[in-house]
């Protein structure tokens, strides 16, 4: 039954270091978790920002696309996720870091600058997701600027995966 019910649901994010993501055995550990749990493979999709060897995430992340896993660029526009991972990672989603998104309705270079990730990112193919969407107002700014997600507690608060789990 908990099967079905992840059938009804998005993608669960799981955020991985840069160092799990290049680690010599963290493929073969994925791969016996999705063998023993039987999740659905399509329904998981892992976030990385710093990422140490590129051409090995490049492997790890083009052998796991292969049976439905998907990828974000977390965190993009600060820190160490750059245009030079977009140019090159074979992700699907980038995360619009939430310190350009939180003040986006009363900062015209905040409101630019998610502007301006969001056209990049569908420019590569990419879809994207809004980080630390608090309100209805920033909800609705994004929806103008045709940002494709948010994530925050203005879209709903974090809460225990076994609650999603529990039957009706």
Same mark, same amino acid.
């Given at each position: 039954?908990?099967?079905?019910?992840?059938?009804?649901?998005?993608? !669960?994010?799981?955020?991985?270091?840069?160092?799990?993501?290049?680690?010599?055995?963290?493929?073969?550990?994925?791969?016996?978790? !999705?063998?023993?749990?039987?999740?659905?493979?399509?329904?998981?999709?892992?976030?990385?920002?710093?990422?140490?060897? /590129? &051409?090995?995430?490049? +492997?790890?992340? +083009?052998?796991?696309?292969?049976?439905?896993?998907? %990828?974000?660029?977390?965190? %993009?526009?600060?820190? /160490?996720?750059?245009?030079? *991972? /977009?140019?090159?990672?074979?992700?699907? *989603?980038?995360?619009?870091?939430?310190? !350009?998104?939180?003040?986006?309705?009363?900062?015209?270079?905040? *409101?630019?600058?998610?502007?301006?990730?969001?056209?990049?990112?569908? %420019?590569?193919?990419?879809?994207?997701?809004?980080?630390?969407?608090? &309100?209805?107002?920033?909800?609705?700014?994004?929806?103008?600027?045709?940002? &494709?997600?948010?994530?925050?507690?203005?879209?709903?608060?974090?809460?225990?995966?076994?609650?999603? /789990?529990? &039957?009706?």
């Amino acid at each position: 039954a908990n099967i079905l019910i992840l059938h009804g649901l998005g993608a !669960f994010s799981i955020n991985i270091s840069g160092n799990s993501l290049t680690a010599d055995d963290f493929m073969e550990f994925v791969l016996e978790q !999705f063998n023993e749990t039987r999740l659905p493979t399509s329904k998981i999709c892992f976030e990385t920002s710093a990422i140490g060897s /590129l &051409d090995n995430a490049i +492997e790890f992340m +083009e052998k796991l696309k292969v049976i439905g896993v998907q %990828f974000s660029l977390d965190d %993009f526009g600060t820190g /160490l996720s750059s245009y030079s *991972y /977009l140019r090159n990672l074979p992700v699907d *989603y980038l995360k619009i870091d939430g310190i !350009f998104v939180k003040d986006i309705k009363t900062n015209p270079s905040d *409101y630019a600058v998610v502007k301006s990730i969001n056209e990049i990112g569908h %420019f590569m193919g990419k879809k994207t997701i809004a980080e630390f969407v608090e &309100d209805d107002e920033v909800l609705e700014i994004l929806r103008e600027i045709s940002v &494709d997600f948010a994530q925050g507690y203005g879209i709903g608060k974090k809460i225990p995966i076994t609650e999603l /789990l529990q &039957d009706e």
